[in-house]
């Protein structure tokens, strides 16, 4: 059985990797690339990636079978010192973590809230786990003045001193004591000392309504978690921010009270992401929490994020990965089919009834299914929703988090790219699953074949 095993991995890399298995070179034949510059694939092409760069793209001829190539993607916010259970991340668990980002697609995230991730990195190297390329934040900074963990993960206020070995994104972490406000005055002023500095404040708003309007008004150019309806915008003049909007956090929060969908959701994740669906998806208990009164309803959302999202190409992408029930990989599908159904026009809508009775979805967001319609229609005309989404995954993303690929395919970039069996533009399941993940010209993902001796 483990020579089957091993010959059909060999037999699946030698497709397109004929030269080095598991190396830093590959070929690639007749492949169909995502061209960042017109948001959608090109032409047939040969691909050559030679010591994890990629040295050439040359026209080739049409294939029925092809591949179609995304660029890695990046995820600017995780915490993987959460396990996703309401717990830690045990040292047992963190390959499987790591693993849970690739499996989806991902090759670059930014770790927010952790301790010190030079210790990880030492790990990975050591252990010699497959990962995605990890940035770390500065530590948050809480304000106003909040009490500090025994981690010391935050900073008190806005007064920390930087950590050279972390990038410069400085989130400051916007939450309320008893209903007071904030000083605009002070935060204004603390927001500009950072970029004097050369950091970039983001602000985190935890779906507040006031923290929204203070940070707005106050010039955060970048703020994370959903916006709450009514929140004026108009307090200040209208300019443009990037937003990472979060949604999965809530939504997750909505479906703990009706257990019964949440267990049916389950079923969609695990078809969609391996790993979860051979690791995590009997990991989450359903029944017996008890919701606070406090229970903030995700539904009150969704006119606000659709209202905001199409004012302009302003979004960013962040998982939220280590809250709970949202875990590597497997939160990024959460986020996205939320984002596919809530921006489909209504003629892209489709009614889901069971019996008569509304189903998950139409409870939630009225009377259409969570998925974009299939089409037979060529690539060219399909829907502009899922272009916007890969570029928001990849070229604006990834350009946050200064990623080295710049979120593209490109001659003299680095081999960062995941493999599809279809076109993700047609496909009724999105961009989700993805047949194998490369990084820097390796092979670092693919699904673990069967006693049958096929791909699971």
Same mark, same amino acid.
Request: positive net charge.
């Given at each position: 059985?483990?020579?089957?095993? !091993?010959?059909?991995?060999? =037999?699946?890399?030698?497709?397109?990797?004929?030269?080095?298995?598991?190396?830093?070179?590959?070929?690639? %034949?007749?492949? /169909?690339?995502?061209?960042?510059?017109? +948001?959608?694939?090109?032409?047939?092409?040969?691909?050559?990636?030679?010591?994890?760069?990629?040295?050439?793209?040359? $026209?080739?001829?049409?294939?029925?079978?092809? %591949?179609?190539? !995304?660029?890695?993607?990046? #995820?600017?916010?995780?915490?993987?010192? *959460?396990?996703?259970?309401?717990?830690?991340?045990?040292?047992?668990?963190?390959?499987?973590? !790591?693993?849970?980002?690739? $499996?989806?697609?991902?090759?670059?995230?930014?770790?927010?809230?952790?301790?010190? $991730?030079?210790?990880?990195?030492?790990?990975? +190297? %050591?252990?010699?786990?497959?990962?995605?390329?990890?940035?770390?934040?500065?530590?948050?900074?809480?304000?106003?003045? =909040?009490?500090?963990?025994?981690?010391?993960?935050?900073?008190?206020?806005?007064?920390?001193?930087?950590?050279?070995?972390?990038?410069?994104?400085?989130?400051?972490?916007?939450?309320?004591?008893?209903?007071?406000?904030?000083?605009?005055?002070?935060?204004?002023?603390?927001? /500009?000392?950072?970029?004097?500095?050369?950091? !970039?404040?983001?602000?985190?708003?935890?779906?507040?309504?006031?923290?929204?309007?203070?940070?707005?008004?106050?010039?955060? @150019?970048?703020?994370?978690?959903?916006?709450?309806?009514?929140?004026?915008?108009?307090? $200040?003049?209208?300019?443009?921010?990037?937003?990472?909007?979060?949604?999965?956090?809530?939504?997750?929060?909505?479906?703990?009270?009706?257990?019964?969908?949440?267990?049916?959701?389950?079923?969609?994740?695990?078809? =969609?992401?391996?790993?979860?669906? +051979?690791?995590?998806?009997?990991?989450?208990?359903?029944?017996?929490?008890?919701?606070?009164?406090?229970?903030? *309803?995700?539904?009150?959302?969704?006119?606000?994020?659709?209202?905001?999202?199409?004012?302009?190409?302003?979004?960013?992408?962040?998982?939220?990965?280590?809250?709970?029930?949202?875990?590597?990989?497997? @939160?990024?599908?959460?986020?996205?089919?939320?984002?596919?159904?809530?921006?489909?026009?209504?003629?892209?809508?489709?009614?889901?009834?069971?019996?008569?009775?509304?189903?998950?979805?139409?409870?939630?967001?009225?009377?259409?299914?969570?998925?974009?319609? *299939?089409?037979?229609?060529?690539?060219?005309?399909?829907?502009?929703?899922? /272009?916007?989404?890969?570029?928001?995954?990849?070229?604006?993303?990834?350009?946050?988090?200064?990623?080295?690929?710049?979120?593209?395919?490109?001659?003299?970039?680095?081999?960062?790219? +995941?493999?599809? #069996?279809?076109?993700?533009?047609?496909?009724?399941?999105?961009?989700?699953?993805?047949?194998?993940?490369?990084?820097?010209?390796?092979?670092?993902?693919?699904? %673990?074949?069967?006693?049958?001796?096929?791909?699971?």
């Amino acid at each position: 059985m483990k020579n089957r095993r !091993l010959l059909f991995l060999s =037999l699946f890399l030698s497709a397109f990797a004929p030269t080095i298995l598991l190396s830093q070179n590959l070929k690639m %034949k007749s492949v /169909r690339i995502w061209d960042s510059e017109k +948001s959608n694939f090109g032409g047939f092409v040969d691909l050559e990636v030679v010591q994890g760069k990629i040295i050439s793209l040359k $026209a080739s001829a049409p294939i029925v079978q092809t %591949k179609y190539l !995304l660029p890695g993607f990046c #995820d600017a916010s995780v915490t993987l010192g *959460s396990n996703a259970r309401g717990g830690k991340t045990g040292r047992e668990e963190i390959s499987t973590y !790591l693993s849970g980002f690739l $499996a989806a697609g991902f090759s670059h995230i930014e770790s927010v809230g952790d301790p010190n $991730a030079s210790n990880l990195q030492t790990e990975i +190297s %050591k252990s010699k786990w497959l990962s995605p390329i990890i940035t770390q934040s500065q530590k948050p900074a809480l304000y106003p003045e =909040l009490a500090l963990r025994k981690e010391t993960l935050y900073q008190s206020g806005l007064s920390g001193s930087p950590d050279s070995k972390r990038n410069r994104h400085l989130p400051i972490f916007l939450k309320e004591v008893e209903n007071r406000g904030f000083s605009q005055t002070e935060l204004f002023a603390k927001r /500009r000392e950072g970029e004097e500095r050369g950091y !970039l404040p983001v602000a985190y708003t935890f779906a507040d309504k006031t923290s929204w309007e203070d940070a707005l008004d106050t010039g955060f @150019a970048v703020i994370f978690h959903p916006m709450p309806e009514g929140t004026n915008l108009y307090r $200040a003049q209208k300019r443009d921010f990037r937003w990472a909007p979060m949604l999965s956090i809530l939504y997750l929060q909505e479906l703990k009270s009706n257990p019964e969908l949440g267990k049916e959701e389950v079923q969609i994740w695990s078809r =969609l992401h391996s790993v979860f669906g +051979s690791r995590w998806k009997d990991s989450l208990s359903w029944e017996g929490d008890e919701e606070s009164s406090e229970k903030i *309803s995700f539904s009150q959302y969704k006119s606000t994020f659709q209202a905001e999202a199409e004012v302009g190409k302003n979004l960013l992408f962040a998982s939220g990965a280590g809250h709970w029930g949202l875990f590597p990989g497997q @939160a990024a599908i959460v986020e996205i089919r939320l984002w596919e159904t809530l921006l489909a026009k209504p003629e892209e809508r489709k009614a889901e009834f069971v019996n008569g009775q509304p189903g998950f979805w139409a409870s939630l967001f009225g009377s259409f299914s969570p998925s974009i319609l *299939s089409t037979n229609r060529d690539p060219e005309s399909v829907s502009q929703i899922r /272009r916007e989404i890969i570029q928001t995954l990849t070229l604006r993303t990834c350009s946050f988090l200064g990623a080295d690929h710049e979120g593209k395919i490109r001659v003299g970039g680095p081999a960062h790219f +995941s493999i599809h #069996d279809e076109n993700p533009l047609k496909r009724a399941s999105g961009i989700f699953p993805i047949e194998s993940m490369v990084l820097g010209g390796k092979l670092v993902y693919t699904p %673990k074949p069967t006693k049958e001796g096929t791909a699971k």
